[in-house]
């Protein structure tokens, strides 16, 4: 009776809600502008909660302003999207993958949080990025099929039998993804098409992460969507995780066969992510599909990304004009987009919470610290002025972070190795001035890598370094690694005509004879002594220890950018017939990101210590000093009270200044007298904070270690 | 459970109570000009701003009037207008539109305004953006075909005696595809001067038929094109010294730190075979002390490459030691003074060439040759030059 009882309702229902569906007519667009607005978030990055960073130049052009921190959170980024969809008739909301990974909720909840806030924030499809995976394909299932109420997009992924591991309650990934999806918007059809990454997968993949699918083609996928939904949407838009590059590549480039036929001539617009990118303008790929209507017009495929860590919501409005008379098979008369307008709105302090989200939240927030203890602080960084220790050099070698987390792997107790390697992506994000706090160190190292020790030959180091700088020659020379206790020159080009060019056969053609440059692949040489194809990207000057490089006279430092004197260094130059024992992160090891050699080495053995409690320990051994004043002297002018500079003493809350360096009374406020300014601080970094260490600009500072050329 | 379902249902079905969508659209005449151009026949801008002539009309969603009429809306909100071109809208949907458009009936009366310096196809785009009232409607002109940019256009400021002639760039934010020489068949070539780690500069050109050499340089016929990785063409093959980008460049214009640069670019080499021919590269610009009294000469020569002659080179300061920058004084003074001064040129050949500037202070260099890729915020200024090679600096 019961079950009868709600058959009945369910009934009812049906036949009023379909009634319903046929009462609320939709406007008949034929021939008319209309105004689409495209909501457009990626690589959120678990950046769930506000947080604190220092805004480059490029990010502070974009109206990420200092004095707006701290930036991204959910709560925000739900206010947004409510403030544009009232103000847009017509509006989508998608997000070009990477939600997960990058900070301290995702490693407590495994996804959970990302995946609930986003339903409930309203967003309406999101391309599946590589770190959705970085908890293996089964957690990605079970979070999904527990809580997404969104569509998650992939149409170049083939999954593998669907009754592996992977499934949840009989469920796998291919019953919870779909290759397109097709919105209606107020009578608009907009198809959308989910293209994965496929290149940081295979790396993932080599690094143990179960994946229960293989990519494939995604020129090859897109193509045969686009055929599918182009005669039935009013616009076709791609969800991108496979980046920039990639992005490009499905245009119909000038440039290739301009006979082939390419996919992207009906795609209207492709929405990026993956390379933590802004482009604003946004990209106009050449679409020229044939048609006299391309002849009379300059047909553009819009390519727009919108950024990382949810610093920013991009808001793309479109004036579409709609097919006349509904064809859009037909090039001549399809609906296409006549114009449009993109910014990336800065998501920081100047907007509101959501108050339903941030209630919706507060329940992980408060878990959180009780868990992990977020704001607890074991160190302060105190660089000069506004600098951070970075993570990336403006040399393109060494950093002082990649260099103390490398120091810290080398030094850590039970693997005491000769030299330390790890991945210069491994590490997220810099260390700002002010306290250390937990909750950066799990910015900074978001994965859970431990450290393996492995022995290597020097043939091996010398492979590893050669791999390295290829890789780098293609980033800008910027290098892929970061490292202590080896000092070695990164040479991103040669010059053929010097005494030691560069002699390493290329791992992509290595069996390829050649006896002239142009037998070679593009870039590559042709060394006639070996009678193959070489890289012009190699590492040379090898040498093993710290301070190798000569001292500066004027300052006593290593000269960065000098040579390595053999007759003078005190290092050694790598032997290829040696045995080094070496730190490398299990990452690498495994052979992520086309570390291969490290891969096939069978010496190695994890010693489960994670790299964030190493470079933790390693950091708390630093003494309360800084540029010679200890934590006692220092005052801290990070806090609220950091941003409130006076032009007079009286301005500093209780403050009274004279000749320098006052304490108030009472409250102990302290106000350091500048010239033509007074900042004001809560206090010592002792007295806030108690003895912990102080971090400053000589703390494994970029020394050359990493040395690029580029001749 | 039946209440429920009935909750449910008439819950689901309070949402059919709504009034049925309307949709408003706009139709966008172009009074004037009254030629709108084509791909083919481009219209020439005055280069300062045009004016431009535009009436509107709004209708429904049947195609008919809002005019009021019986049985019709009555439109009668302002609207705001913008222009598109090079990728973006000027201004962006928050500024100030170039003008407002009042609909009386669901008609304006003809409306003038200047639109700025435009490039490329163009678009008027009327928007309503009422305080109150509003429709969400827009719509677009007929595209208006203006010439299509040079690199010259994207360097050369509107006034080279405004304020921030070294820092502002014509056509910051927007994306330009620049398809050839300002030259054209005659003789016109983009040849590329430097290649670095992370992007290369290229030279608009005018040489003999061909093209063939000796090629001269223009004023502000520079770009530095920073693509962040190594430099290629679209079919993946390394960008060189020397080489012609016959089917042209593009990407955004950014304006970073007074360098005017192309950002995310992509470039186009349809040859096969490449051409690749350093002799095509024009002469450098050779620097005189007047540069200093005069810095819109360094403006102009911005990504290209300038020779100085017998500079001193100055002992080597924190400048070295942070950004590996050390100076030359083209006085050829050289003394502790005038290296602190303003008039002096860094140099950045760190990791190009193999060369200790420590070993040549105090010493006179007959002759350096650098790509020009200054800062300049305000009226704080540094020339940098990066040597490519050795062969770019002659030593003692």
Known sequence: MRLQTMTLGVGFAAVVLGGCLIDSDQPDLAGQDVRLTIIHTADIHSRLFPYDMVPNSFDQGYGLLPVNSPFGGIARISTMVKRIRVSAERSLWLDSGDAWEGAAVFNEFKGEAEIRS???????????????????????????????????????????????????????????????????????????????????????????????????????????YVALLRPVCDLVV????????????????????????????????????????????????????????????????????????????????????????????????????????????????????????????????????????????????????????????????????????????????????QFAFTNSLGIRADFNRGPLTNEQMFNVFPFENTIVVLYMSGQEVQDTLDFVAQESSQRGCKSQLQQAGITWDMVCRDDPTSSTPCKSIDPAVPDTACAQDTDCPSGDRCDTTQSRCVTRACAQNIFIGDNCRPLDPNTGMPNTDAPVDPATTPCT?????????????????????????????????????????????????????????????????????????????????????????VTATGDSQVCNVLPASCMCAQGTIQQLWGNISCLDETIEAHDGRIRPVFQ | MIRYALLAALLVGCTTMEPEKTSTQFVVTVVSPASLGDVNNRLTASGSGDAVTISVQAFDENDQPEDGAAGHADYNNTVGVYVHYLGTL???????????????????????????????????????????????????????????????????????????????????????????????????????????????????????????????????????????????????????????????????????????????????????????????????????????????????????????????????????????EWKIDPSGAGDAATCAGDNVIDVVSAGAVELDPGTLVGQTLPKIIGNLRPINIGSYNVWIIYPRSMADITTP
């Open chain 1, 118 to 224: 986003l339903s409930l924030a309203g967003m309406e499809g999101e391309v599946l990025g590589n770190h959705e995976f970085d908890l293996g394909t089964p957690q990605l299932v079970k979070e999904l099929n527990a809580w997404s109420q969104f569509p998650h997009l992939v149409a170049d992924y083939a999954w593998e039998d669907p009754s592996d591991s992977s499934s949840d309650n009989g469920l796998t990934l291919q019953d919870l993804t779909t290759p397109f999806q097709i919105y209606d918007v107020e009578g608009l059809k907009i198809g959308v098409i989910g293209l994965g990454n496929e290149d940081t997968l295979l790396s993932s993949y080599m690094g143990n992460t179960t994946l229960g699918f293989r990519p494939i083609d995604p020129g090859t996928a897109l193509q045969q």
């Open chain 1, 238 to 417: 791609v969800l991108s995780h496979l980046g920039l590059d990639d992005d490009e590549g499905l245009s119909a480039s000038q440039v290739d066969d301009p006979n082939a036929s390419l996919p992207n001539q009906n795609v209207d617009l492709i929405l990026g992510g993956h390379l933590h990118i802004v482009t604003n303008p946004p990209k106009l790929l050449p679409a020229d599909d044939g048609s006299q209507y391309c002849v009379n017009n300059d047909c553009e495929t819009l390519l727009i990304h919108s950024g990382a860590f949810a610093k920013y919501v991009g808001r793309i409005d479109l004036v579409v004009h709609v097919s006349d008379n509904g064809d859009n098979a037909d090039p001549e008369h399809r609906t296409r987009i006549t114009n449009f307008a993109y910014v990336n709105q800065p998501v920081d302090s100047t907007i509101p919470d959501d108050p339903d989200m941030a209630n919706f939240m507060w329940p992980y927030s408060v878990q959180l610290n009780q868990d992990i203890d977020l704001n607890g602080v074991f160190s302060y960084v105190d660089p000069p002025g506004t600098a951070t220790i970075t993570r990336n050099d403006a040399s393109g070698g060494d950093s002082q972070l990649g260099n103390m987390v490398a120091r810290a792997m080398q030094l850590q107790q039970g693997v005491d190795a």
């Open chain 1, 573 to 661: 130059s790598l032997s290829p017939d040696g045995l080094y024992r070496v730190a490398v992160n299990n990452y690498i090891a495994a052979g992520g990101s086309g570390f291969i050699v490290l891969q096939r080495n069978t010496s190695q053995q994890d010693t489960g210590v994670s790299l964030r409690d190493s470079l933790t320990v390693f950091l708390t051994q630093e003494p309360a000093i800084c540029d010679g004043m200890t934590t006692a002297q220092i005052l801290d002018f990070t806090d609220t009270e950091m941003n409130t500079k006076c032009a007079v003493a009286s301005q500093c809350p209780s403050g009274t200044c004279t000749n320098g360096i």
């Open chain 2, 90 to 324: 000027t201004p962006y949907l928050t500024g100030s539109p170039l003008a407002s458009v009042p609909m009386t009936h669901g008609t304006s009366q003809p409306v003038s305004f200047t639109i700025p310096p435009v490039y490329g196809p163009t678009t008027i785009w009327v928007d309503d953006d009422s305080a109150s009232g509003t429709t969400f409607a827009a719509g677009t002109s007929p595209t208006l075909w203006f010439r299509d940019p040079f690199t010259a256009d994207t360097q050369r400021p509107v006034n080279e005696m405004s304020i921030d002639a070294l820092y502002d760039a014509p056509l910051d934010n927007k994306n330009v595809t620049i398809a050839g020489s300002q030259y054209g068949s005659n003789g016109g070539a983009l040849v590329v001067t430097s290649v670095y780690a992370a992007g290369y500069t290229i030279a608009d050109v005018q040489c003999a038929p061909g093209p063939t050499p000796p090629c001269a340089r223009t004023d502000y016929g520079f770009m530095d094109v920073y693509s962040f990785s190594a430099p290629e063409d679209g079919r993946s093959r390394f960008i060189v010294e020397g080489e012609v980008i016959d089917g042209g460049y593009s990407g955004g214009v950014s304006e970073f730190d007074g360098l005017t640069e192309l950002g995310f670019p992509q470039s186009f080499v349809n040859a096969d075979t490449p051409l690749v021919n350093p002799a095509l590269e024009p002469a450098p610009a050779v620097f005189d002390m007047s540069w200093f009294g005069n810095k819109i000469m360094f403006e102009r020569n911005e990504s290209g490459m300038i020779e100085i002659d017998n500079p001193v080179v100055c002992a080597l300061d924190s400048a070295y030691t942070t950004y590996k």
